[in-house]
């Protein structure tokens, strides 16, 4: 079992080469695997329903349990029971010669690939030659393939049409760090499994049985410790663990010891370091990172760490339940409620992003605490500092922008009262500064006359040839079929002989000229005549009425040589539908070129 004590026969036997605790206290059932809850359910129900796929796709960070999982899977499968009689179960006994010979790796039928290793075609080759033939002594052929993204094109495209249509036989497992890395095709033929990060109480809670088995005494802090440094992967904390324990000189790992071994600094001295950054006290800071650095810290987690409190501090304002509930340990819960209540949003965000910058700076610097301290320094002068907004109310509360005509001193640019605008920009230039600041207010913005919005496409059109764009109210005017119009929006169809900008053109113009923002869409759709289309329909409708007229018809019956023709008048008429009223002859008018 997974922490059973080692035997007297192992006791008293010949030495044997010591095994890491991650290989040591790896999985051999489901019941040991930690922090996978949706995937052992599924895979539960599904060995036990019988409905077992050909297929399974395993995903995850770096040790989470993906090739344990797929090792358990075998085992699952072609597990015969303690008496040979049994078939797939969820808890393979671990005494059959199946489960012993796949646990030791040397299980014929069970054939585990590393893919980063056999990238190409032909490893590929092999697989799908062995798959015809049914397994040796186990009840199905298992193929795990481990870091299967890194096979090539070649390889995946060879293996489709077996992995889709596979003899009942085979099973195949594939394991990946870079999921979006492996085609889509392969895909669709596994059931994918994503194995998600375990979180820091529940590995805290494993390293705390695998002490015990070892016969180690560990801190609860130490452990905490371990559990966040190892970020969810189970087996980068059993190798820290694995470390401290070999550090430890007596059998007790101490919080100490953790953070001397990953260069980590005392939360306490942190959660000072943190409060004396947002009191303005820099010298105090400053001796902080000294203690930090003499003990071993490194610079660059020093910021982590104070990223990771400004963060939990924020957290607490937003969702207060969290500085009251047991997810914190209880000396960053009693900051989350004292230090909180004091800082505001706005000066935790600013502290997170100069963290942040900090953080590029510590690494590209040729001394990284020299980095460290002028970060520090910047982070206590900047407690300072109203917020922006605050600022702003109080010149304009005061009144300050009255006194904008102040006269400024003579002489060079080494003292006096310095005139600055206000903006976003330069007000905390201007809180910092020792010097008395005359702030002068801002000119206002010349005021624009806009043209007034167009109630209609006519009057948009006619808005190009008040502005003098004959070229483009040429177009709107010949090569445009409205399809949808209004204000701030306006969809069209062109012709073929309209310039591809059109659109952009008429949008910017428009904005320009209104003051409001019009969106201009090109579409399929057929749309109505164009405008110029529109007005010779008109033309030719008042030519027919007038011809038809009884008047005219009596004038031309005679004088049979006489003509009916369209005089240019200097009336500019708007383009009306062609259904409209119709028109008495007196009134013939247009604003053609006929």
């Known amino acids: 079992m997974l922490f059973a ?3 007297e026969t192992e006791t008293n036997a010949a030495p044997v080469a010591y095994r890491v605790l991650a290989r ?5 059932n489901f019941d040991e695997l930690i922090g996978q809850d949706v995937l052992v359910r599924t895979l539960t129900n599904a060995i036990e329903s019988g409905r077992l796929a050909q297929a399974y796709m395993l995903t995850g960070v770096r040790g989470v349990g993906k090739t344990t ?3 358990i899977i075998a085992r699952s499968l072609n597990c015969i029971g303690a008496d040979g009689k049994g078939g797939p179960t969820i808890k393979p006994c671990g005494v059959c010669p199946n ?9 014929v039928d069970v054939l585990e690939m590393d893919a980063a290793s056999r990238t190409g075609v032909d490893d590929i080759r092999d697989i799908i030659d062995g798959v015809r033939y049914g397994p040796v002594s186990a009840r199905y052929k298992v193929y795990i393939i481990d870091e299967v993204h890194m096979l090539s094109k070649n390889a995946f495209n060879a293996l489709l049409k077996t992995l889709e249509e596979p003899p009942p036989h085979t099973k195949f497992v594939f394991a990946t760090t870079e999921i979006r890395k492996v085609p889509v095709t392969v895909l669709s033929r596994c059931q994918r499994f994503d194995l998600r990060r375990v979180d820091a109480e529940l590995l805290q809670a494993h390293f705390k049985r695998v002490s015990l088995a070892e016969k180690m005494e560990t801190e609860d802090e130490a452990l905490a410790l371990i559990a966040r440094a190892a970020d969810g992967s189970v087996r980068d904390g059993l190798s820290l663990l694995d470390q401290a324990i070999a550090r430890a000189e007596t059998k007790t790992v101490t919080a100490d010891d953790v953070r001397a071994m990953l260069g980590l600094a005392d939360r306490a001295q942190l959660i000072t370091l943190f409060e004396a950054l947002h009191v303005g006290t820099p010298a105090k800071a400053l001796d902080i990172a000294s203690e930090l650095r003499a003990l071993g810290a490194d610079p660059l987690v020093i910021l982590h760490d104070l990223a990771d409190i400004a963060h939990t501090l924020t957290r607490a304002k937003i969702s207060p339940q ?12 009693n900051v ?6 004091k800082l505001s949003l706005p000066a935790l965000t600013r502290t997170w992003q100069m963290l942040l910058k900090g953080m590029s700076e510590v690494q590209q610097a040729p001394d990284s605490h020299q980095a460290l301290e002028m970060v520090l320094i910047r982070l206590s002068y900047a407690a300072d500092l109203p917020p922006p907004g605050d600022l702003i109310k109080k010149i304009q509360e005061s009144g300050i922008a009255d006194h904008a005509s102040a006269p400024r001193p003579n002489g060079g640019g080494g003292g006096g009262t310095q005139a600055m605008r206000v903006t976003g920009s330069n007000l905390a230039v201007a809180a910092s500064s020792p010097q008395p600041i005359a702030v002068r207010a801002q000119a206002p913005a010349p005021e624009v006359n806009y043209a007034a919005m167009p109630e209609t496409f006519q009057a948009l059109v006619n808005l190009f040839e008040e502005k003098k764009e004959i070229t483009l109210y040429s177009h709107l005017y010949s090569e445009v079929h409205l399809v949808k119009f209004a204000q701030g929006s306006l969809e ?4 073929d002989r309209a310039p591809q900008n059109l659109a952009g053109k008429v949008s ?3 904005g320009e000229w209104t003051g409001k923002r019009w969106v201009v869409t090109l579409s399929k759709e057929v749309g109505a005549p164009t405008l110029s289309e529109s007005m010779k329909a008109h033309k030719a409708a008042r030519m027919h009425n007038a011809e038809n007229h009884p008047l005219v018809r009596a004038v031309l019956a005679t004088f049979p040589d006489a003509k009916l023709t369209a005089l240019r008048t200097k009336v500019k008429e708007e383009v009306i539908d062609t259904a409209s009223k119709d028109a008495d002859v007196s009134e013939l008018s247009f604003n053609d070129e006929e």
């Open 492 to 495: 069209i169809r062109v012709t």
């Open 336 to 341: 989350a409620q004292t230090l909180g209540a």
């Open 24 to 28: 040591k206290y790896r999985p051999t």
């Open 69 to 71: 999982t797929a090792r």
């Open 508 to 510: 910017q113009l428009l």
């Open 5 to 7: 004590d080692m035997t």
């Open 99 to 107: 489960c012993e010979a796949i646990t030791q790796d040397r299980h």
């Open 322 to 333: 969290l500085a009251q509930g047991q997810a914190l340990p209880e000396l960053e819960r």
